[in-house]
Every structure is written in C-alpha cells, then in structure tokens.
C-alpha cells in the first residue's frame, strides 16, 4: 500500500514549531489589540470574482497560482490567495464601512500554487491589518509603527523598511507609459517571465529577482519622478512622520506590489536571513479597492505578514512545548479514577498535568513519565487511596520522593516544580 504524504506545498506544523507560532501570533495580536484593530474571521473560500476584480486578472495570482475549481452550483470557487479582497468584501458586505472607520486584522492559511522553496509554500500563513477610512498619511505611518512594534515584541532588530509611493491612478498610468517605452527597446535583455509582463503588468517587472533583467533596468525611469504634487506631499509626509516615529527607512523607487489595487504609498519589511524570500512584511494603500468591489469610495491601507517567514527569524529565541509540571501515575481502576480527579484539581491550580490511561506496571509508567519531560511522578495506588496519601516523585534534580496527604499534594508539586525550574535557569545561566 502507497504510505500516504502531505500534498507537496502544504507542510505540517509539528508541536515544537507550533510552540514557536503560538509565541509569535500572541505578540503580534497583542500589539494589533493595543493600536485598536479588531479581529475579523473570514472564509478560506470565495468567489473567484472577488480576487478577479481586486487583484487583477494579468497578475500572477490570479493568472497562474490561484486554486479555482467549479462547485456543485456551477460557480467559480477560489481559494483565497490573499486577505485584503476577502477582508474588503466581507467590510462591503455587512455594511462595517458606512460612515464608519474600521481598523481590522485577521489570521490564517492562504493558498497560491508556486513553486515550493524556502519561505514560500502553497499553503502559507499571514497576519493581515487593514485600516479603511483614513486618507492622509498619518494612519500609513502608524501601521508601519505597528509593525515595528512586534519586531521589538520579539526582539528582532535586523529587519529593514524599504518605502515608495505609487502616486495615484493617473501618475501609475503616467510611469506605467514611460516605463514601458523604456523597456520596449530592451525586451531581449528581459527574462521570459518579465517578456511576458511587459505586455501584462510590467510594474512588476521592477520587482525582478533575474540579473540580467536588473541590469537591464539600471536606467530606468523613476515612478518618483511621475508623481503629481498631492502623491508627492502625501509621501513626503509619511517620511516626517517616520523619522519622528525614529524608524529607520530606505526609499526605493523600484519598490512595487505585485497587485493591481495598491496606490500611493507600498512598503516592505526585509531580511536578509531569509534567503531569496527576504520579505516577512508588506502592504501599501489600496484607497480604490472597496469602490472597485461594488462600496462607496473608501481610502484604505494595509499590510500581510508571512508567519513561515516571521517563525523563521524568531525560532532560534523561543524553546519548544513547555513540558508538564506532573505525570499522574496510578495503579488499579479505582485509583486511576481517583488518580484523574486529582489532575483535574491541580490543572485549576494552573498546573500543566498528564494523566496516564490505560494498564501500565508502575516501571513502564515511570518511563512514560521521564519520556514526557514531566518534572513530577504522582504515584496514586489502591494502598495509597485506602490511606489517603500520594506519593510525589522528583524526576528532574537531586530531591527525594516524599509521601504527603491528597489535600498537600498541590502543595508538594508545587515546590518541587519551583525548584526544578531554578535548576534549569541555572544551567541555562552557565
């Protein structure tokens, strides 16, 4: 029989690495919560039109990567392959952007059929933000601060701010000309795929990875020198409001997204620990997506965060799954129910406690125990129930069993996991 695998793109998150997400999504949702967004929680699933009309249908996304299939009522389905479309819908929706300001975030898997490699699956994660409401440059400024905030959240400091602005429709058009009369005379330096988006979406051709076609673009026009002098104060002040923010940024006029709904001001945050995929951060203004998806005309802006990528940096800082604090052992049915009435009242205590089930000699038992990383064995037999005692056990450090009272064993553990604990910082302070 073929042994079953997971679908190539699609990794599993084992309970080490889960640890290690958990301690990076609670940072970045405390920093979300302290800058006043609110959690909203939306379908895997949608239409294939809502990613059609917003991200454009010449985008690789839509073009090449996204899954779409037929349903059973014979409508286009897509999995989502970004979150702003499916968050900007959903706002429409339900009427969250009438004559309101909304600052929204949302966690979850998305899905693109790329080429799998470091940073970058078929099935990834982001952390997305979107602010809809606001038009000046204040609330762009504020979302990158938000974002240096969970970097200093985890203590990452070797992330870079690269900024630019795309000025609006009119001067992206303006430059999109320039740039391709530019390229034109070019196109044999190109690679195939920047060929292809010279006729489709040659912005992203900016964005090229490919040597030759960077060399080819040295002399470019700049997508600066097109901006009309309202995108100009615009992005003019977003730089005053990040120097008084103190956070460092590098303008490049190169900078794109590789989605037709961005306008004005695009950022990215950088690593160069992370190989060719360096980008853990990125987003921008998208002030005519919510008219473009059937709202009023809304100006919005927001940002996507990759948890692979963010897990990457931060794996190194943060210790796997925190082992129990006790491993109940017992012997006989009736201390085995008694046994697991006792773990429930040290869990109201707050105690992390892993009760065995099943038949086990006490040898085999204690084994577990150790396996579990448990710093105690409470020892719960029919002897020990008849006389209300516990027997609890030291499996880490130098103490020595002791027998104590059902009602002290809280106790008991209690002191004996302190004092594990200190013999650990101890070793880890050495």
Known sequence: MTRLQSIKGMKDILPAGAAIWQHAEYAARRVLEAYGYREIRLPLLEKTEVFARSIGTQTDIVGKEMYTFTDRDGDSISLRPEGTAGCVRAGIQHGLFHKQQQRLYYFGPMFRHERPQRGRHRQFHQIGAEAVGWEGPDIDAELIALVARIWRELNLDE????INSLGDLEARNKYREKLVEFLSTRASQLDKDSQHRLRTNPLRILDSKDEKTRNAL?????ILDSLDSKSRDHFESLQQHLRAFGIPFRVNPRLVRGLDYYSLTVFEWTSDRLGAQGTVCAGGRYDGLVEQLGGKPVPAVGFALGIERLVELVSNAVKGPENPDAYMVTLGSAARRAGMVLGEELRDAGLRVVCHCGEGSIKNQLKRADK?????????????LASGNCIVK???GENKQVTVQQ????????AFVGTSNSETDKETNR
Do not use: K, N, Q
Request: glycine share 6%; net charge negative; no cysteine.
């Open 159 to 162: 992330i870079v701010l690269e």
């Open 218 to 222: 040295a002399d470019a026009p700049s």
């Open 372 to 384: 579990s990383g448990a710093h105690v064995a409470v020892i719960l037999g029919d002897d020990e």
């Open 394 to 396: 030291p499996l880490r």
């Open 407 to 414: 009602p002290d064993v809280l106790a008991a553990v209690s």
